[in-house]
């Protein structure tokens, strides 16, 4: 089970949703077309089976609008749903749940997708070591939400942020001065609770990473699945390997199968399709 995020994290993105989408009036349709004071029972079920997520982040949409509503939750973030399946029941106010809806949904829809997207990706990965991994490539301002929907689907977090870890990428290693300058600076710099990555996009770059030493992960960033499996032989567990670059869903698996100990892919947070969620009145 994943533990959720706090409120205090959550709520600063879920305002700005909500003052963008209410604008300099609010939601003059309600004011236009809803009696004061009615109220209703609404249903947020998926449209299409995935891997939930997002479901805290709609809550709290819902909550923000107006604390009043009462918020039966019926599916947990990580757990599976059915097309057609009853993920929230929120009742109470109708102005309220109406103008809090759209923001809910795009919340609930894209982590979902994300997810979804992450878990097929981990299904490829059964029966061998490999772990699935996220980047970088995030919404801007929806890192934390969206990582979080990586670890719903099953997969593994990536760092959050450029203090969290020495990643040396190619850029890095063409301005640093190579990788026989890069590296041992590197080590020299970061305590002992830091780790140190390095991008390599040839067998010959391995080589000189091994022989220099002072990485502890090492990038294998678009080499083909033969060089894949050639690299883990050659590092023989002195180092963590992470494959990276071109990681599509239907080559998942054959990658897996090479042996690396990670697959870190954009594609979770920066191409998954938002999942079809909708918001059913009673009538």
Known sequence: MIPPLPDLILEPLVRAALLEDLGRQGDVTCR?????????????????GGTVSGLAVAALAFRLVDPRLSILPHAADGTPCAP???????????????????????FAGRLTGIATLTAAFVAETRGTRTRITCSRKTTPGLRMVEKQAVLHGGGTNHRFDLSDAILIKDNHIAAGGGLAHVLPAARAAVSHMMKIEVEVDTLEQLDTVLRIGGADVVLLDNMTTAQLAEAVRRVDGRLVTEASGNM???RIAEVAATGVDYISSGALTHSAPALDLGLDIDG
């Open 84 to 106: 057609g399946q009853t993920l929230m029941t929120v009742s109470g106010d109708t102005a309220a749940i109406l103008s809090a809806e759209r923001v809910a949904l795009n």
């Open 248 to 250: 599509r869903l239907d």
């Open 32 to 48: 236009a077309v809803i009696p004061a004071g009615a109220s209703c029972t609404a249903h947020l079920r998926a449209r299409q």
